[in-house]
T-cell receptor, first 111, second 115 residues
Framework: EDQVTQSPEALRLQEGESSSLNCSYTVSGLRGLFWYRQDPGKGPEFLFTLYSAGEEKEKERLKATLTKKESFLHITAPKPEDSATYLCAVQGGTSGSRLTFGEGTQLTVNP | DSGVTQTPKHLITATGQRVTLRCSPRSGDLSVYWYQQSLDQGLQFLIQYYNGEERAKGNILERFSAQQFPDLHSELNLSSLELGDSALYFC??????????????FGPGTRLTVL
């Protein structure tokens, strides 16, 4: 059974204070690891797909990396508008196309 | 805006009732997924349809059912509702599950409140 664990559960940063969110996963035959951003009461917004260990992707202040056991979402010089819950999900080789999500990291960036 | 639409946005109903949630996928997407998000369980996969046919089932209760129509929109039917069914229900769509990796785009969700 695919499993995803995210840490920390919550993170408070000052504007400009860089940090990283962690996503540890167990999956049989990783097909893809996904990062989504979710604002309260809204649907998850797609950020990145990572396919294999060593891969990195960037978008504005966000950079996602992938190893064989975990993924990191690095946030550089965050702004208050980056405040949201960040969700990590995996798509495994034996579970079809369904996504297995972690519980998320709630990020708050104070001005 | 992901291009996935869901109606209604909010739904308030009573225990024992039946409701229908509707989803229209992004243009060109053939696969539709339904997920439930509750406070204590996070996002959980319910069911997947591909081009009108059921493809996979997750933790979907027998009281729940879904279908995908020829125009590719999908409906999730929830019956004999209980208080614990109160949650956000999301629809997601993707091009096709036959690709090696299938990115899913989520709709805005339907918030169901059972009183």
């Amino acid at each position: 059974e695919d499993q995803v664990t995210q840490s920390p559960e919550a993170l408070r940063l000052q504007e400009g204070e860089s940090s990283s969110l962690n996503c540890s996963y167990t999956v049989s035959g990783l097909r893809g690891l996904f990062w989504y951003r979710q604002d309260p009461g809204k649907g998850p917004e797609f950020l990145f797909t990572l396919y294999s260990a060593g891969e990195e992707k960037e978008k504005e202040r966000l950079k996602a990396t992938l190893t064989k056991k975990e993924s990191f979402l690095h946030i550089t010089a965050p702004k208050p508008e980056d405040s949201a819950t960040y969700l990590c999900a995996v798509q495994g080789g034996t579970s079809g196309s369904r996504l297995t999500f972690g519980e998320g990291t709630q990020l708050t960036v104070n001005p | 805006d992901s291009g996935v639409t869901q109606t209604p946005k909010h739904l308030i109903t009573a225990t024992g009732q039946r409701v229908t949630l509707r989803c229209s996928p992004r243009s060109g997407d053939l696969s539709v997924y339904w997920y439930q998000q509750s406070l204590d369980q996070g996002l959980q996969f319910l069911i997947q349809y591909y081009n009108g046919e059921e493809r996979a089932k997750g933790n979907i209760l027998e009281r729940f059912s879904a279908q995908q129509f020829p125009d590719l929109h999908s409906e999730l039917n929830l019956s004999s509702l209980e208080l614990g069914d109160s949650a956000l229900y999301f629809c997601a769509s993707s091009v096709a599950p036959t690709r090696s990796t299938d990115t899913q785009y989520f709709g805005p969700g339907t918030r169901l409140t059972v009183l």
